[in-house]
């Protein structure tokens, strides 16, 4: 079992930045794929970007391409999301969450994710 710690979110201006930091522990992190989901209010979660084990390869959801870079540190069991551009339509709940097979190549959406985080809140004001 993975354990995820969220932190980074907040309020922010349209347009501005955010970085988003996911801490993982209780497996081996470099083994494993990682994705950021979302979720406003009264809406599905939803995808917001993955990366496989080693940081080779990476996917986005399309509302957030050319705006928001995913990365991790396998030495410091650390995912990042770096969010520019921000609108308020970017405003929710955001989780990283755990793929449950290890040395997936492409981490997409319908990874089969199995840990999640307790999330962080990102505010876009306009």
């Known amino acids: 079992q993975v354990q995820l710690v969220e932190s980074g979110g907040g309020l922010v201006q349209a347009g501005g930045s955010l970085r988003l930091s996911c801490a993982a522990s209780?497996?081996?992190?470099?083994?494993?794929?990682m994705g950021w989901f979302r979720q406003a209010p009264g809406k599905e979660r939803e995808f917001v970007a993955g990366i496989n084990w080693s940081g080779g390869s990476t996917d986005y959801a399309d509302s957030v391409k050319g705006r928001f870079t995913i990365s991790r540190d396998n030495a410091k069991n650390m995912v990042f999301l770096q969010m520019n551009s921000l609108k308020p339509e970017d405003t929710a709940v955001y989780y990283c969450a755990a793929d449950r097979l290890l040395y997936r190549g492409y981490v997409h959406a319908n990874a089969d994710f199995g840990s999640w985080g307790q999330g962080t809140q990102v505010t876009v004001s306009s």
């Open positions: 209780g497996r081996t992190f470099s083994s494993y794929g």
